[in-house]
Nanobody, 123 residues
Framework: VQLVESGGGSVQPGGSLRLSCAAS????????IGWFRQAPGQEREGISS????????YYRDSVKGRFAISIDNAKNTVYLQMNSLKPEDTAVYYC?????????????????WGGGTQVTVSS
């Protein structure tokens, strides 16, 4: 399984970015993708996840109402639309996949990880 994130960059506070996570190299009927982030000196935290089978989603409280996760099953790609970005959203963002299809915000629930994409929110 390969996961490749894209869409990171630098934006001003209040701006938006859309991250993509393209998955390949698997034949699963059902899986879950999670988005995580890790700021320097901090632990990795789960921010959102989605099930490929029923589209159920989970969000960390600090991003509810600002971030939206979606999935394009035809492209095996998961998106994270991030709006109203704040300086505290600055981090390396990772996507991860688990093969049993249950969304989770725990990093221990995932088998496969992408290499990450940097998001910087600064004026």
């Amino acid at each position: 399984v390969q996961l490749v994130e894209s869409g990171g960059g630098s934006v001003q506070p209040g701006g938006s970015l859309r991250l993509s996570c393209a998955a390949s190299g698997f034949t699963l009927d059902s899986y879950a993708i999670g988005w995580f982030r890790q700021a320097p000196g901090q632990e990795r935290e789960g921010i959102s996840s989605i099930s490929s089978s029923d589209g159920s989603t989970y969000y960390r409280d600090s991003v509810k109402g600002r971030f939206a996760i979606s999935i394009d099953n035809a492209k095996n790609t998961v998106y994270l639309q991030m709006n109203s970005l704040k300086p505290e959203d600055t981090a390396v963002y990772y996507c991860a996949m688990n093969s049993w299809g249950t969304p989770s915000l725990s990093q221990y629930a995932y088998d496969y990880w992408g290499g990450g994409t940097q998001v910087t929110v600064s004026s």
